[in-house]
Nanobody
Framework: QVQLVESGGGLVQAGGSLTLYCAAS????????MAWFRQAPGKEREFVGT????????IYVDSVKGRFSISRDDAKNTVYLQMNSLKPEDTAVYYC????????????????WGQGTQVTVSS
């Protein structure tokens, strides 16, 4: 089993930056594709971005492309989400997730989830 714990959320002004952290335990994340999702109040959980095993490539939803970046440090069993040029519409609970097979957007393909960390972007 893999346990995932997100941290780094908080309140930031529009245009600011924030770094989220996903700390994994129980198993090394080296064999998992890792991803970030987010969910705003009253909205469905949506895909934000993912990084493949080995970190060779990333995929992002169009709305965050060029502003957010995902990285991983398998030696530290940690995944990062660097968020720049934040907008109020980025406000959501951000979740870290891991999948054993493949890589991509479908939420049902992810095997493990964290509890989320709140990101609030003020106008």
């Amino acid at each position: 089993q893999v346990q995932l714990v997100e941290s780094g959320g908080g309140l930031v002004q529009a245009g600011g930056s924030l770094t989220l952290y996903c700390a994994a335990s129980g198993r090394t994340i080296s064999t998992y594709a890792m991803a970030w999702f987010r969910q705003a109040p009253g909205k469905e959980r949506e895909f934000v971005g993912t990084i493949n095993r080995g970190g060779g490539y990333t995929i992002y939803v169009d709305s965050v492309k060029g502003r957010f970046s995902i990285s991983r440090d398998d030696a530290k069993n940690t995944v990062y989400l660097q968020m720049n040029s934040l907008k109020p519409e980025d406000t959501a609970v951000y979740y870290c997730a891991a999948r054993q097979y493949g890589v991509g957007r479908p939420i049902d393909k992810y095997d493990y989830w964290g509890q989320g960390t709140q990101v609030t972007v003020s106008s």
